[in-house]
Nanobody
């Protein structure tokens, strides 16, 4: 099993930047891909960015051109660089993993991002 710890959230003004981190531990060799999810207030989480173990990335249209997902395999950590943030980016950000069977892993505690207008 993989354990995840997200960090880096906070309060930022619209147009500003934040860098989120997701540290993975445990059975990290089972990880095939990692993703960042955004849960707006009172809504369900939505996938915003993914990165495979080979480094292939994909983004939701809502963040394309503003957010960048990356990973440091040596540190078993994934990052989400958030630039040009908007008030609608406010919410809890979670990371999660997908194994080689396509199964979603366990959720971390998330990190809160609040964007002021």
């Amino acid at each position: 099993q993989v354990q995840l710890v997200e960090s880096g959230g906070g309060l930022v003004e619209a147009g500003g930047s934040l860098r989120l981190s997701c540290a993975a531990s445990g059975n990290i060799f089972s990880i095939n891909a990692m993703g960042w999810y955004h849960q707006p207030p009172k809504k369900q989480p939505e996938l915003v960015a993914t990165i495979t173990s080979s480094g292939k990335t994909n983004y939701a249209d809502s963040v394309k051109g503003r957010f960048t997902i990356s990973q440091d395999n040596a540190k078993s950590t994934a990052y989400l660089q958030m630039n040009g943030v908007k008030p609608e980016d406010t919410g809890i950000y979670y990371c999660n993993t997908v194994d080689s069977d396509g199964k979603l892993g366990s959720w971390g505690q998330g990190t809160q991002v609040t964007v002021s207008s």
